[in-house]
Structures are given as C-alpha cells and as structure tokens.
C-alpha cells in the first residue's frame, strides 16, 4: 500500500496569511493526487485533484502543485471559512490512501 | 443536482450485523464508481470498499476483507454495505463517495455520512 505523509499535523494562521501543506507520498504516483477540505461535523469536499487541478466552485486562492512524491496545497489568502482539515489523497492505486490530515486552526 | 444520500447507522454489539444504503439521485447512478470511506472519532479518513459502475468489480481494505459487503441495487439508484462481525474498531461516520469518470479517478461528491457504533 501506498503511505501518505502529511505535514505539518496543525498549524495556527491568521486571516490573509499565505498557508502551505505538504503531502509525501512513499512511492511515485505521478499526479494521482487529491486535496479534500473537511469542516466539523460535515463531509469531505473535493479541492484539487490531479496535482493542480481546481475543483469546479472552488476559489482561486486554492492551488495545488507536484508530482512524483512531493505535493504542495497552498491558500493564497486565508479566509475564516478556509479554518478547516485538510487531506490529500492518492488514486495512484487501490488502497486509495490518505493522509492523517492538517487541521488549519485561528491563530 | 447530485446526491448522496448515507443511512443506516446506529449502535450495534459486537459482533452483529448492520447494513448501511448511499441513495444516488441527480445523476446516471449505473455510469460510476463508488466507493466507502470511514473515519472513526477524532481521526483521519480510511478508504473500506469500492464498487465498479457494473458492480462486476468490488474491492475491500484489508482490515474489513471477508467482513463487509459493498453491492449496488441500479434498480433503486442505491448502494449498500453490508457490516457482519463487527467490531469495536468498526466504530466510525461512513461516507459513500461516487468516483469521477476520468482517468484521476478522484472522489467528486461525498454523502453526509452515517454513524457507525459498536459496543456493548
């Protein structure tokens, strides 16, 4: 099975501030590379997939970058309804794994 | 508009049974992939199953193989796990998720989820 390592596990930000994720993967996996957003008590919800692709409705703050084994999620700006949990996925292979997650709190 | 609808959840023993239902609407159920993910209290996210568009092709983790039992009902637009001998690590929210038609393969819209408790 395909091991996803993220970091950091937590961050504390502040509204505007710029947010980077990072996403390993323990094998290649090309750009078979997905980033969910989770708030409290809802759903996961499609960010990027393919590395760098904006998932319809998302906004253009979100972007995504990588290949290989190493993958990057950024927030240009962070907004009060970017506080949230953050997974990357691969679709590479079955399993289909994911992180353990980042969760982006309010400094 | 597309949707997923999970229920089925409740508190459980361990060791029995329990069958939890995804109902799709909004799209071409028999066209997609779909898939179970859980995520127990306060953790992270696990992938448990997937179903092909034909139901021909299923998929299990490891640590639910010979246990739990995705099928999909094209008639009533639904999918379904069965859950027999659970266990306390079984405890989680399940989530269904329909798998985009493309070659990234990527979970494009996800059930509310339905909680999952086993204790005695």
């Given at each position: 099975?395909?091991?996803?390592?993220?970091?950091?596990?937590?961050?504390?930000?502040?509204?505007?501030?710029?947010?980077?994720?990072?996403?390993?993967?323990?094998?290649?996996?090309?750009?078979?590379?997905?980033?969910?957003?989770q708030?409290p008590g809802?759903?996961?919800?499609?960010?990027?997939?393919?590395?760098?692709?904006?998932?319809?409705?998302?906004?253009?703050?979100?972007?995504?970058?990588?290949?290989?084994?190493?993958?990057?999620?950024?927030?240009?700006?962070?907004?009060?309804?970017?506080?949230?949990t953050?997974?990357?996925?691969?679709?590479?292979?079955?399993?289909?794994?994911?992180?353990l997650g980042?969760?982006?709190?309010?400094? | 508009?597309?949707?997923?609808?999970?229920?089925?959840g409740?508190v459980?023993?361990?060791?029995?049974?329990?069958?939890?239902?995804?109902?799709?609407?909004?799209?071409?159920?028999?066209?997609?992939?779909?898939?179970?993910?859980r995520q127990a209290p306060g953790k992270g996210l696990e992938?448990?199953?997937?179903?092909?568009?034909?139901?021909?092709?299923?998929?299990?983790?490891?640590?639910?193989?010979?246990?739990?039992?995705?099928?999909?009902?094209?008639?009533?637009?639904?999918?379904?796990?069965?859950?027999?001998?659970?266990?306390a690590e079984d405890t989680a929210v399940y989530y269904?998720?329909?798998?985009?038609?493309?070659?990234?393969?990527?979970?494009?819209?996800?059930?509310?989820g339905t909680l999952v408790t086993v204790s005695?």
């Amino acid at each position: 099975d395909i091991q996803m390592t993220q970091s950091p596990s937590s961050l504390s930000a502040s509204v505007g501030d710029r947010v980077t994720i990072s996403c390993r993967a323990s094998q290649s996996i090309s750009t078979f590379l997905n980033w969910y957003q989770q708030r409290p008590g809802k759903a996961p919800k499609l960010l990027i997939f393919a590395a760098s692709s904006l998932q319809s409705g998302v906004p253009s703050r979100f972007s995504g970058s990588g290949s290989g084994t190493d993958f990057t999620l950024t927030i240009s700006s962070l907004q009060p309804e970017d506080f949230a949990t953050y997974f990357c996925q691969q679709s590479y292979s079955t399993p289909r794994t994911f992180g353990l997650g980042t969760k982006v709190e309010i400094k | 508009q597309v949707q997923l609808v999970d229920s089925g959840g409740g508190v459980v023993q361990p060791g029995r049974s329990l069958r939890l239902s995804c109902a799709a609407s909004g799209f071409s159920f028999s066209s997609y992939n779909i898939h179970w993910v859980r995520q127990a209290p306060g953790k992270g996210l696990e992938w448990v199953a997937v179903i092909s568009y034909d139901g021909d092709n299923k998929y299990y983790a490891d640590s639910v193989k010979g246990r739990l039992t995705i099928s999909r009902d094209k008639s009533k637009n639904t999918l379904y796990l069965q859950m027999n001998s659970l266990r306390a690590e079984d405890t989680a929210v399940y989530y269904c998720a329909r798998e985009k038609p493309d070659v990234y393969y990527t979970f494009d819209y996800w059930g509310q989820g339905t909680l999952v408790t086993v204790s005695s």
